[in-house]
C-alpha cells in the first residue's frame, strides 16, 4: 500500500487595517524612514488594534479566509494547529479559541510554540497526522500579534516587527504532489541572544518585570543574524541534498520574512535568483510565524501544479529548518 502524502489544497491569509508606516515610527522613536528601510528592507507594518484582540483574532480571520476561498465547511475540519509565540493566554490555547472564532466545532486544537520557526515545525505535524491516515482535513495556521511584545521605545526591534496570520488547509495528496520532508533544527544555547525576558514560569510577572521592561522582546542582533544566516541556508542545502534537487529544479524559495538583508545572504549563498525568492517584508515586516503562509497567500495566483518550493526559517530559541513541496493545484 503506497504511503499517504499530505498536500496543502488552499492557502488564507489576514492583516490588521491599521499601518504603521516607517513615516509614522519616526514620529514614536528616534528613526527615520531611510534608516529602517536600508537596514531591514520594510516600508511598514500591520497592527492589531482594539481592546481584547490577540492573536486569536489573527488566526480566526485567515481562517476564515482560508475556508472561504477553498469552500470548506467549517465542520469538516479535524484538527487545528496554530504556530504562535503570542498566545491569548497562557491557557487555553489559541487554536481553540480561533476555532470557536469561525465555527470549527468537530476538532481539536493546539498550539505550537518555535518562534519564527513555528509554521515550518507545526506543518511537519500537520502532514504527520495526514500521513498516518488519522485525519482528512488538518490546518495550519500561523500566527503572531507582535506588537503585544515590542517595546515602541526600543528603535532597534520595534522597526522590524508586524501583526498577521497565514493558514493552510492539508489533505491526503491525489498525487505525488504535496508535502515531501523536512530538516527541523533546535539549539537552547540561542536563548541569550533572542528571548523574552520575563513572563514564563522562570521569572513569573511581577510589579519589578513590568517596571523593567522584562515583557518585550530581546535580541542581541549581530549573532542572530550569523547564525540566521548559517542555520537557513545550511538547511535548506540539507534539505536538496535529501531530495536530490538543484538549484534549477526549484521554482520557489519561501524564506522567513525577518530581514532583507538575511534573506539575499541566504538567496546569494545559494546562488538563488531573487525573482525565485518570495518576499512580503517590505509591507508586512516581520511577522514571526506568519510570514511563510502569508508569502504563499500573497503568492497563491502565481504558483502552479508541480512547482517544486523549499520554505525555510530561523527563529529564537534558536530553532530553524527548510521544508520541501510540491504544489498540489
Not at 109 to 114: K, P, Q, R, V
Not at 146 to 153: A, E, P, Q
Not at 188 to 194: A, F, I, N, S, V
Request: glycine fraction near 8%; aromatic fraction near 8%; charged fraction near 20%.
Amino acid at each position: 500500500m503506497p504511503k499517504l502524502k499530505a498536500a496543502i489544497t488552499g492557502v488564507g491569509g489576514y492583516v490588521p487595517d491599521f499601518v504603521l508606516s516607517n513615516k509614522l515610527l519616526e514620529t514614536m522613536v528616534d528613526t527615520t524612514d531611510e534608516w529602517i528601510h536600508t537596514r531591514t528592507g520594510i516600508k511598514e507594518r500591520r497592527i492589531l488594534k482594539g481592546e481584547n484582540m490577540g492573536t486569536s483574532v489573527l488566526a480566526a480571520n485567515a481562517i476564515k479566509n482560508l475556508l472561504e476561498k477553498t469552500n470548506t465547511d467549517p465542520d469538516s475540519i479535524e484538527l487545528v494547529i496554530c504556530a504562535t509565540v503570542t498566545a491569548d493566554r497562557t491557557f487555553p490555547d489559541t487554536a481553540n479559541i480561533a476555532c470557536t472564532k469561525v465555527g470549527i466545532k468537530n476538532a481539536f486544537g493546539f498550539d505550537l510554540s518555535a518562534a519564527c520557526s513555528g509554521f515550518l515545525f507545526a506543518l511537519s505535524t500537520g502532514a504527520s497526522y495526514i500521513q498516518s491516515g488519522m485525519y482528512k482535513k488538518v490546518i495550519v495556521v500561523g500566527a503572531d500579534k507582535m506588537s503585544s511584545i515590542v517595546d515602541y521605545t526600543d528603535r532597534t526591534t520595534c522597526v522590524i516587527f508586524g501583526d498577521g496570520g497565514g493558514a493552510v488547509l492539508l489533505e491526503p495528496a491525489e498525487d505525488e504532489n504535496g508535502y515531501h520532508n523536512a530538516i527541523l533544527k533546535a539549539d537552547g544555547t540561542g536563548e541569550k541572544y533572542l528571548h523574552m525576558p520575563a513572563g514564563g514560569s522562570r521569572k513569573p510577572p511581577s510589579i519589578e518585570t513590568v517596571q523593567n521592561k522584562q515583557h518585550f522582546i530581546y535580541q542581541d542582533g549581530r549573532p542572530v543574524f550569523k547564525a540566521a544566516v548559517t542555520g537557513m541556508s545550511t538547511a535548506v542545502k540539507e534539505v536538496m541534498a535529501k531530495n536530490q534537487l538543484t538549484k534549477d529544479d526549484i521554482s520557489w524559495v519561501v524564506p522567513h520574512q525577518a530581514n532583507l538583508r538575511i534573506i539575499n545572504t541566504v538567496a546569494s549563498m545559494m546562488d538563488f535568483p531573487m525573482e525565485k525568492v518570495m518576499l512580503t517584508i517590505e509591507k508586512y515586516g516581520n511577522t514571526t510565524a506568519a510570514t511563510i503562509p502569508l508569502c504563499l497567500n500573497e503568492y497563491e495566483s502565481q504558483l502552479n501544479k508541480g512547482d517544486k518550493i523549499i520554505l525555510t526559517a530561523f527563529g529564537g530559541g534558536f530553532t530553524w529548518g527548510a521544508s520541501y513541496l510540491t504544489w498540489a493545484y
